[in-house]
């Protein structure tokens, strides 16, 4: 199996899985956490797991990697626009109507936005992309959700 498919199948089971203590953090039901504290939470998580895997990977050595910044300052502003859809999510959980079985297929929806930066941002056909298979698993992907969240 290429391991870019087994990055693929935790990455699935750590997003889904991440989506339960969410709903339990925010509902109404629950805890009821103000989304400030959340945040705060989940920017803590991300501190404390990326200083263990860079310890993991070197520690030190990460200090003088000449791509540092850049890197840093990119990271950063994914895990803003990750932390605006995190919280959005979180914030539908409010109410107490809302499934995680219903919400999460619907937010997953955002394959097909990633695809489509895929193919434009960074021109994937040419890297052998197959259009077609993607159009169907993409299709299938929005039908899926539809189906789930109506």
Known sequence: M????IAGIVAAFAYGLYSLPLKYLSSDKYMKAPLEV???GL?????????????IKG???????????PGLLIGAAAGAIW?????????????PA?????LIPLVNANTVVAVLGG???????????DLTRIA???AIIMIGSYILSA
């Open 2 to 5: 290429k391991t870019w498919v």
């Open 119 to 129: 193919l434009v941002v960074f021109r994937e056909l040419a890297n052998g992309a």
């Open 136 to 138: 169907v698993g993409s």
């Open 59 to 69: 520690g030190h050595a990460v200090l003088a990697e000449p791509k540092l910044w």
């Open 43 to 55: 920017a803590l998580g991300v501190v404390v797991t990326g200083g263990v895997f860079a310890w």
């Open 98 to 102: 809302t499934n995680v079985a219903q």
């Open 38 to 40: 959340i945040a705060l």
């Open 83 to 95: 932390l605006i859809g995190t919280l959005t999510v979180t914030a539908a959980f409010r109410d």
